[in-house]
């Protein structure tokens, strides 16, 4: 049997973190942080358990990545959705209802994400998180910002805030309430993005196509 080319081990490490990724968001949703082990969360994907930490150097570092995965593509759908749309203001707005749906949709999750960030190892620079920066980014560049290296981190925090705030034990505030005080710091109408009274949720979206562990149309690599 011939060798496997390096564009086939290649496919293959990207297929097997995709699946850690995946099974890393529904083990930790589905029982929390300190319930969720690496070897349930190799063995959910399917992998052998040293392949985790090849990829990541421990579990907070997997959580966080995968957590980075579902909120940017969470966003990138929402950017992207019909009817599509150069408009900065509507952009703007559906990168809020887009983070704010998620704190909605997963608490349990989200609650470990914000939690993990406040850990000695902080926040983590990954592919998943610089791709969350680059679309957050390019939104406020849309919505006419002029100094995207200061507006940028600014519309991060004020997003942080709002989902901890949603998720805090004992005294949450209620998405709405935190989503109209963002609306109105920059200005943007209520019916814009995806109003929380436009579509209330009756059961949580299926993640998995985020995730995805074939192939998605990419060109061959020589």
Known sequence: MSPRSASVNEELRRRSRERLLQAAVELVDEHGF?????GA????AGSARGLVSYYFPGKRQLVQSAVHRLMHRTLEEALEHEPATEDGRE??????????GLARERPVLM?????GLLQAEGFVQCPEQRRLAELLGETVARYG?????ADYPMLRALLMGAVYAALVP???M?????????????GLDWEL???PDSAPVTERRDISRFFATEDRGEPERP
């Open 193 to 195: 993005g995806v109003p």
């Open 91 to 100: 952009r703007l707005a559906r990168a809020i209802d887009s983070i704010l």
């Open 111 to 115: 609650r470990q994400h914000m939690a």
């Open 170 to 172: 004992g005294v949450p």
């Open 174 to 186: 209620a998405i709405p309430t935190l989503r109209a005080e963002l609306f109105e710091r920059y």
């Open 145 to 149: 910002s002029h100094e995207v290296a």
């Open 41 to 44: 969360i190799a063995d959910r």
């Open 34 to 38: 300190e319930a969720t082990t690496l």
